[in-house]
Nanobody
């Protein structure tokens, strides 16, 4: 599965952005999808994950209540709605596709990353 992330950019603190991650070259309707930031695991910070049905979501402590992950399996796309952004959210965001794991997702595919910069 190839993943293409988009939607990053520059935003002021308190603003919002929505990231998208489209899967191609194979469907990912049964994959757990997720987002990490800074760098791919094991060095990156887990942000959010969503099961293949979309029924269950997981969030890192630093983004709970501000970020929302969702997916559209018909479009093979996962989204990350980011609200109330803070300067400390500044990072390169990577989407990932994988299987369920002990830490919510065990990635097997990574997108190229999209930069989010939050100015104070």
């Amino acid at each position: 599965v190839q993943l293409q992330a988009s939607g990053g950019g520059l935003v002021q603190a308190g603003g919002s952005l929505r990231l998208s991650c489209a899967a191609s070259e194979g469907t990912c309707s049964r994959c757990v999808m997720g987002w990490f930031r800074q760098a791919p695991r094991p060095d990156g910070e887990f942000v959010a994950a969503i099961t293949w049905t979309g029924a269950v979501t997981y969030y890192g402590d630093s983004v709970k209540g501000r970020f929302t992950i969702s997916r559209d399996n018909a479009r093979n796309t996962v989204y990350l709605q980011m609200n109330s952004l803070k300067p400390e959210d500044t990072a390169v965001y990577y989407c990932a596709a994988g299987t369920p794991g002990p830490e919510y997702i065990a990635p097997h595919s990574w997108g190229q990353g999209t930069l989010v910069t939050v100015s104070s």
